[in-house]
């Protein structure tokens, strides 16, 4: 009898990635394609849904060739997708607009004037989502007063997951996981919240079905059952958001256990039986599924920095290592290591891309501070990762004052295959930082999710017999301590430079 295998597609903000498991969770096979996202202004970011629709047919058509081939039985495949995403979709099926991306920042006009309100907090508090342009709710607040052509013609407005499961399957549906970040759910009765609606200017007919994360699609187009070699009766399971399933998939389902993703983005979180808000709406509260809740912040700025810093920076040294086949961030990391922690003083705001928790602020800049003649790119690079970590560690403050405190961190997400930038992440937080023996957890965290949706296994808690730690960075005590040194002058630099950040996005 053939083996079963079951794949986890994680549709990302640079890049979707399939993922094949078998039934003890041991990765298969995995292939990625990746995409760019598409600027004008520096406001602006937005990708082409087809495009990323091509990503995930090749991608997942790859990876289902392997399994064939590899004399597996295909159980099903399972989802994972970015948060945030905004598509409008005309009565006939065909889109208005590029799907919006949650790095896109046009809106904060509107999420300006809404944050801080008694509304804007009442609806964080009921949605769990805080107020902030990267939320389809202000998103939509912004195309209906810039775009009200666009927003007239609309008959849908979807996310790119569920723009993807529209082309396969024809049905508009969003999981409750995706909803849940809308800014527009609300989870405790896991509906459409009246409230947000009326402030986007939206009925809920013009929005797509919410559905549990274990609801199965199970009748694939034919054209694209031929295309992707996948028998039309194999079953689809919706998912859920990456971030919620990253949780998943780090075995990070019990408490104090908290999970740290770096990828394009980066976040921090931890899973809870119930939701928990803030009244400083510093945090997220999102829905793994109706008994689990993945609480936490995510900051704007994580990988794309280094993209950033590498394309501007390293273009030559770049172009030389794929040469001689040399991932050329594992060169960057080589060099950055050989600056001391602290970056002789170089301190980074990395705020390239506005920030998201905890001061939810897009008009935020990057900057440095305390450059010297000594210093040299290294230490700018070193400072940027810093910077990075720093982002990270201030949301990871703010989690444990609102839930308690985190013990230990599984990584995962791009940064996890650099053992010094996780080494940087256990000696920021001082804690113990464990990785696992995939670094892709949000397709892990699908495929488990997809095991559990389908009867394969009994409930998620069994996730935690599938994943193996394979190393565990220990905090070094001197170097936290000269880390907690420049993270005070990080924590103060950011009030003082708040109204200088809104006078450059003014210009």
């Not at 058509?61 to 005309?90: C, N, P, Q, R, W």
């Not at 509906?191 to 013009?206: C, F, H, M, R």
Request: charged content about 20%; some cysteine; overall charge negative.
């Amino acid at each position: 009898m053939k083996q079963q295998a079951i794949i986890g597609v994680d549709i990302g903000t640079t890049s979707t990635k399939a993922v094949a498991f078998g039934v003890a969770g041991k990765p298969l096979f995995q292939y990625a394609v990746e995409y760019p996202i598409l600027s004008t202004d520096p406001e602006m970011a937005e990708q082409d849904p087809d495009q990323v629709f091509e990503a995930v047919l090749k991608a997942l058509k790859t990876v289902s060739t392997l399994v064939v081939e590899g004399e597996y039985s295909l159980k099903g495949v399972s989802f994972s997708s970015a948060m945030h995403s905004l598509i409008a979709m005309d009565g006939e099926g065909s889109r208005l607009t590029n799907c919006i991306i949650w790095a896109d920042t046009r809106s904060k006009a509107q999420a300006n004037a809404l944050r801080g309100t008694p509304k804007g907090l009442d609806i964080y508090l009921q949605t769990g989502t805080p107020i902030h342009p990267m939320s389809p709710l202000v998103k939509l607040a912004w195309l209906r007063e810039k775009h009200p052509a666009t927003f007239e013609k609309t008959a849908k407005f979807i996310g790119i997951k569920e723009y993807v499961f529209f082309k396969l399957f024809g049905e508009y549906k969003v999981d409750y996981s995706i909803a849940s970040a809308t800014g527009l759910f609300n989870i405790f009765t896991l509906d459409w919240y009246p409230e947000a609606l009326e402030v986007a200017g939206v009925t809920a007919d013009v929005l797509p079905e919410p559905v549990p994360p274990t609801y199965s699609f199970r009748s694939l187009k034919p054209a694209y059952a031929l295309k992707l070699s996948i028998p039309a009766s194999v079953p689809f399971v919706i998912g859920a958001s990456d971030g919620c399933l990253a949780n998943l998939g780090s075995n990070a389902v019990q408490a104090g256990h908290g999970v740290v993703t770096i990828g394009t983005s980066g976040a921090i979180r931890v899973t809870s039986d119930k939701p928990a808000t803030d009244q400083l709406e510093r945090i997220f509260s999102y829905i793994l599924t109706p008994e689990h809740y993945v609480l936490g912040g995510a900051v704007n700025n994580g990988g794309v920095i280094l993209r950033w810093f590498r394309d501007n920076f390293y273009a030559l040294e770049a172009a030389e290592a794929r040469r001689n086949e040399i991932d050329p961030y594992d060169l960057m990391a080589e060099k950055a290591a050989a600056i001391p922690p602290g970056s002789d003083g170089l301190l980074c705001l990395p705020y390239l891309l506005g920030e998201r928790s905890p001061i939810w602020d897009a008009s935020a800049r990057g900057c440095f501070i305390g450059a010297h003649y000594n210093h040299t790119r290294e230490h700018f690079l070193r400072a940027m990762m810093e910077g990075v970590i720093f982002g990270v560690y201030s949301v990871g403050k703010a989690l444990e004052q609102t839930v308690g405190p985190i013990d230990a961190i599984y990584a995962n997400g791009g940064f996890s295959k650099s053992a010094m930038w996780v080494q940087m992440l256990a000696d920021v937080f001082n804690k113990k930082v464990m990785l696992t023996e995939t670094p892709e957890g949000s397709a892990f965290g699908a495929a488990v999710l997809g095991m559990y949706a389908l009867g394969m296994i009994e409930n998620l808690e069994e996730a935690e017999q599938m994943i193996t730690v394979t190393q565990t960075f220990v905090p070094d005590q001197a170097v936290h301590q000269q880390y907690m040194h420049n993270y005070t002058l990080f924590e103060e630099l950011y009030p003082k430079l708040k109204d200088t950040f809104q006078k450059f996005t003014e210009w």
